[in-house]
């Protein structure tokens, strides 16, 4: 048999990108070649998001680009939008097999078997019902410098405006000794550093009873081999002030934490059923300062959340700039049909929101580069990645300062001090010392 041409797009966040890479190597094993997504290719996986509108717009683009490149190609979607509309995705002409959330380790099954029968394969469960984690792994096809680890999956928080519980299920997480299993294979691979991933990693261990986040960081700690552990999102209760204590005594934990706000209003965050108020979280990154003075502190906001007055996104913003985050993704609400705040009131005008996003983006660019700025001069180790062109190569410090430095390519996947110059932008000029 010819080995076939297999092209992937991933849409949406880290846990995909784990995901597709995964699903990258199940189709390696099986003899298929991977192609560039903008090549022709003999099937097409999308795997794809559905937090936003959008999300589910380019899915739907990105069908169309495919048959262009081939129309006889067979054209698979997988992730959150089939598992939330898998009616809408099945009646997309030229989609051939749709897969939920839960059923990305069959792709390449499910693929054969189209090849087989050319019948459309619908492999949709009823992901609320799911307590089983599935094993998904990824140890080859990563550059050689960062290497993510998906320890959990599932949501049970259920906030108004979010999809992803319905799309995702509840938490289930990775068992703790295949969580350390894959850490020292990617120790053994050569990664440096490894990203503790997966849709609520705050909720770890929840349903296994005995084990929890901490408890992975503490294990990953002791692998010889890996020199970094960074996290991605974070829930903001579970850094205690005892938790926050207990990391400082891990080396390897990187001085970086994604801590999820979307409001500094408490009326708002009330109307988004988030479990924590503006004060509670303003002694979290008080506390985090205290024991951690020169870690990076980043978030997500929201603007435009229904019944969003001026005066909220007013107290939102300026709760921001107090807070001065070293990096923050604002987004605006986008509604969701399924979710709570579908049905509320006050929706937000577009061209409101698009201002309150231009400003809070403005905000986030300059606490960014004012965070930046308290570095220059300082000589920090710095984890070199990609060469940009012309000799420079970037990398990142532990607290997540991007370093662009002369060098060539014995830097790659190599810790190396770096003094801090200039500000190049966002980011930061260096050389090596």
């Given at each position: 048999?010819?080995?076939?041409?297999?092209?992937?797009?991933?849409?949406?966040?880290?846990?995909?990108?784990?995901?597709?890479?995964?699903?990258?190597?199940?189709?390696?094993?099986?003899g298929y070649n991977i192609v560039d997504y903008n090549d022709a290719a003999d099937v097409y996986i999308i795997n794809t998001c559905t937090v936003t509108s959008r999300g589910d717009a380019k899915?739907?683009?990105?069908?169309?680009?495919?048959?262009?490149?081939?129309?006889?190609?067979?054209?698979?979607?997988?992730?959150c939008y089939p598992q939330t509309s898998p009616e809408e995705v099945i009646s997309i002409p030229g989609v051939d097999i749709i897969a939920g959330t839960d059923e990305k380790s069959r792709i390449v099954d499910l693929v054969e078997d189209y090849l087989r029968n050319h019948s459309k394969i619908i492999?949709?469960?009823?992901?609320?019902?799911?307590?089983?984690?599935?094993?998904?792994?990824?140890?080859?096809?990563?550059?050689?410098?960062?290497a993510y680890i998906k320890i959990e999956d599932g949501c049970d928080l259920y906030c108004t405006y979010c999809i992803v519980p319905y799309a995702r299920g509840p938490v289930r997480s990775k068992?703790?000794?295949?969580?350390?299993?894959?850490?020292?294979?990617l120790a053994n691979e050569g990664f440096k550093e490894?990203?503790?991933?997966?849709?609520?990693?705050?909720?770890?261990?929840?349903?296994?009873?005995?084990?929890?986040?901490?408890?992975?960081?503490?294990?990953?700690?002791?692998?010889?081999?890996?020199?970094?552990?960074?996290?991605?999102s974070l829930e903001p209760r579970i850094l205690t002030e005892d938790n926050i204590k207990e990391i400082t005594s891990?080396?390897?934990?990187?001085?970086?934490?994604?801590?999820?706000?979307?409001?500094?209003?408490?009326?708002?965050?009330?109307?988004?059923?988030?479990?924590?108020?503006?004060?509670?979280?303003?002694?979290?990154?008080?506390?985090?300062?205290?024991?951690?003075?020169?870690?990076?502190?980043?978030?997500?906001?929201?603007v435009g959340f229904p019944g969003?007055?001026?005066?909220?996104f007013k107290e939102s913003y300026n709760f921001v700039k107090e807070m001065n985050f070293s990096h923050m993704h604002v987004f605006q609400y986008s509604p969701r049909k399924g979710t709570k705040a579908y049905e509320y009131e006050g929706?937000?005008?577009?061209?409101?929101?698009?201002?309150?996003?231009?400003?809070m983006i403005e905000l986030a660019r300059e606490m960014k580069v004012g965070f930046n700025r308290r570095f220059i001069g300082t000589t920090m180790d710095v984890l070199f990645e990609n060469d940009t062109g012309d000799g420079i190569y970037e990398g990142l410090t532990d607290n997540y300062i991007r370093v662009l430095a002369k060098g060539d390519e014995s830097m790659r996947n190599i810790i190396l001090p770096a003094k801090l110059l200039n500000l190049n932008g966002l980011d930061v000029v260096g050389e090596i010392v």
């Open positions: 048999m010819v080995a076939l041409d297999v092209a992937f797009y991933t849409l949406g966040c880290k846990v995909n990108q784990y995901e597709t890479e995964a699903i990258m190597e199940l189709f390696q094993q099986r899915s739907r683009a990105l069908i169309r680009k495919a048959l262009k490149k081939n129309e006889n190609a067979v054209i698979a979607v997988v992730g492999n949709i469960k009823d992901i609320r019902k799911n307590r089983k984690f599935e094993r998904l792994s990824v140890l080859k096809n990563r550059d050689r410098t960062r068992p703790y000794e295949e969580v350390m299993d894959e850490a020292r294979k490894v990203v503790i991933t997966g849709i609520h990693i705050s909720s770890y261990g929840k349903d296994l009873g005995n084990v929890g986040l901490l408890d992975v960081l503490r294990g990953i700690n002791d692998i010889e081999g890996i020199c970094r552990i960074r996290l991605s891990l080396e390897k934990l990187c001085r970086f934490f994604h801590i999820s706000l979307q409001s500094g209003s408490d009326e708002t965050l009330r109307r988004m059923h988030r479990r924590y108020t503006a004060d509670e979280y303003r002694q979290i990154v008080y506390n985090l300062r205290k024991y951690i003075p020169d870690a990076g502190i980043a978030t997500d906001i929201m969003e007055t001026d005066e909220e929706q937000v005008e577009k061209k409101v929101k698009e201002e309150r996003s231009r400003m």
